[in-house]
């Protein structure tokens, strides 16, 4: 629980090398996470070389943090190892839908979650990128991922250079609903989002970006429509060619 309370999103890294036998630890811990009938539909690429992380960071829109971690996990939903487990059995397998594309994503999220506890826990640091997704196809790439995976977070890990404030959480009753989901009237979104909205880091992005409020900031600035239409076709195209069909 200390570990979960104090969580923070660190992006800068000491020099200090991770020794092999605590990420082995570490991800050992993300493999005991439920899984979707013990399938463990997820795999994780272990990049520690300086010139591979650099070549990743431009499809992480060049976060210092990428080349900076001593060590980029990207974590992806794998339904490869397991439909050519089927295959090899002489099993027909049915697993390359939308619905496995939705359960082996939930597989590698639960998997990133229980290794990312694991490290904090060890006094490492991390942070998730979600860069991986608008870049798949590259990442994809460069990772010589096969079909039937997919690129769906990356996370950098490594000992603190920074120990930053906790990020804001949304009130509890603002994501638990007894019994039945209650409507999101104008008025329940107010009480939300009143705290969020008072802070002084909100009322700078909002001047900051000559906005007239901190929603804007994200339509307008942090995530436009245009950009997330262009991502979103261009992350359908690239699991149509590895191989999912809808």
Not at 41 to 58: C, G, I, M, N, Q
Not at 120 to 140: D, K, Q, V
Not at 182 to 208: D, G, P, Q
């Amino acid at each position: 629980m200390k570990t979960i309370f104090n969580h923070r999103s660190i992006r800068q890294y000491k020099s200090t090398p991770i020794e092999q036998a605590l990420l082995d630890k570490i991800l050992e811990a993300g493999t005991r996470a439920s899984t979707t009938g013990n399938m463990q539909l997820y795999s994780v690429v272990v990049t520690r070389d300086e010139k591979a992380k650099e070549s990743l960071a431009p499809f992480h829109f060049n976060q210092p943090m990428v080349k900076q971690a001593p060590v980029l996990l990207t974590i992806c939903a794998d339904l490869n190892r397991f439909n050519s487990w089927c295959e090899f059995r002489n099993a027909d397998a049915g697993y390359d839908n939308f619905l496995w594309i939705l359960n082996s994503v939930v597989d590698a999220s639960l998997f990133a979650q229980n290794l990312c506890l694991a490290a904090e826990s060890e006094g490492l640091g991390i942070c998730y990128l979600g860069t991986a997704l608008y870049n798949a196809p590259e990442i994809s790439k460069a990772l010589n991922l096969p079909k039937g995976v997919i690129p769906v977070t990356a996370i950098t890990v490594g000992y603190p250079d920074q120990n930053p404030p906790l990020t804001d959480r949304l009130p509890l009753f603002a994501v638990v609903h007894d019994e039945q989901y209650v409507a999101n009237s104008e008025e329940r979104i107010n009480e939300l989002y009143a705290e969020k909205e008072a802070m002084e880091s909100s009322a700078k992005f909002v001047t900051e970006n000559g906005k007239e409020n901190l929603a804007q900031v994200f339509t307008d600035v942090r995530y436009k429509k245009a950009d997330n239409l262009h991502f979103s076709a261009k992350l359908l195209g690239f699991l149509k060619e590895q191989g999912f069909e809808f």
